[in-house]
Nanobody, 122 residues
Framework: QMQLVESGGGLVQAGGSLRLSCVGT????????MGWFRQAPVKERELIAG????????YYIDSAKGRFTISRDNAKNTVYLQMNSLKPEDTAVYYC???????????????WGQGTQVTVSS
């Protein structure tokens, strides 16, 4: 398993942007498929974006398509989530997750960060 540390959350107005970052503490970061999840109050945690260990075919939940972009920089052991055109319904705790190899769109992931709060005001 990998230790993951997220940053970049905060309070933003509707229509604004945020970029989340997640640093992984493992030597073989490039062999891990990475995902971003979110959990809103009284809702289940959901996978919103994922990128394979190859960096190919990113996965997005429908509500994120066209607004969010996941990317990775293996030299920095970092995965990013660029979020544009944010909406109040994007308000949630966002979690970075990882799994060794595997398909980005499938569960489970087995390493988790502590989460970072994103709040979008209307």
């Amino acid at each position: 398993q990998m230790q993951l540390v997220e940053s970049g959350g905060g309070l933003v107005q509707a229509g604004g942007s945020l970029r989340l970052s997640c640093v992984g503490t493992v030597r073989a970061f490039s062999s891990y498929t990475m995902g971003w999840f979110r959990q809103a109050p009284v809702k289940e945690r959901e996978l919103i974006a994922g990128i394979s260990w190859r960096g190919t075919g990113p996965y997005y939940i429908d509500s994120a398509k066209g607004r969010f972009t996941i990317s990775r920089d293996n030299a920095k052991n970092t995965v990013y989530l660029q979020m544009n055109s944010l909406k109040p319904e994007d308000t949630a705790v966002y979690y970075c997750a990882a799994k060794r190899l595997g398909v980005a769109s499938t569960l489970p992931y087995d390493s988790w960060g502590q989460g970072t709060q994103v709040t979008v005001s209307s």
